[in-house]
Nanobody, 121 residues
Framework: QVQLVESGGGLVQPGGSLRLSCVASGNIFSINAMGWYCQAPGKQRELVAT???????VYADSVKGRFTISRDNAKNTVYLQMNSLKPEDTAVYYCKAGIRQPGRTAFYDYWGQGTQVTVSS
């Protein structure tokens, strides 16, 4: 069994900051890419940022310069530092990780349960 658990969401004022965390646990051999996705009401789930095991990053245009993705490989954890938050950032944020389990040859994607981020005055 593998699970991903997000934390750090909440209510914040426009211009404020939040730091999201996602911890992968269970029967894990290795983790490839990890990423954050968001889903607003009535919208499809969209990429926010990804980071490879080597530290290469990709960001959605809407968050460049405001959000920073990072990871701690020793802790199987990925973070999303969210600064200069805007009301349009309001969404449920989901963590994804490509995980290889012991005795298997392929990586499979696993998703967290999501954490709510609300930006409002």
């Amino acid at each position: 069994q593998v699970q991903l658990v997000e934390s750090g969401g909440g209510l914040v004022q426009p211009g404020g900051s939040l730091r999201l965390s996602c911890v992968a646990s269970g029967n894990i051999f290795s983790i490839n890419a990890m990423g954050w996705y968001c889903q607003a009401p009535g919208k499809q789930r969209e990429l926010v940022a990804t980071i490879t095991s080597g530290g290469s990053t990709v960001y959605a245009d809407s968050v460049k310069g405001r959000f920073t993705i990072s990871r701690d490989n020793a802790k199987n954890t990925v973070y999303l530092q969210m600064n200069s938050l805007k009301p349009e950032d309001t969404a449920v944020y989901y963590c994804k990780a490509g995980i290889r389990q012991p005795g298997r040859t392929a990586f499979y994607d696993y998703w967290g349960q999501g954490t709510q981020v609300t930006v409002s005055s």
